[in-house]
């Protein structure tokens, strides 16, 4: 990896912290408990992460 590349994959993880930090703020302040915004987190994440499926399909 390149030194761009490196800076680019760190804003990248950076962005989605802060994304996720926001996220689950929201979810508490919504009513949801620690447990329930932690799991909303972590689908966030996921989504993120791995997007849509291409064959349409979900599991």
């Known amino acids: ?3 761009d590349a490196v800076k680019e ?3 990248a ?3 989605l912290a802060e994304m996720s930090l926001n996220f689950y703020r929201a ?3 919504s009513g949801a408990t620690r447990e329930e915004a932690c799991v909303l987190v972590q689908s966030l ?3 993120c992460i791995y997007g849509k499926r291409e064959d349409g399909h979900e599991d």
Request: glycine share 6%; proline share 0%.
């Open 45 to 47: 994440i996921s989504a």
């Open 13 to 15: 993880v950076g962005a």
């Open 27 to 29: 979810a508490i302040n």
């Open 1 to 3: 990896m390149n030194n």
């Open 9 to 11: 994959l760190l804003n």
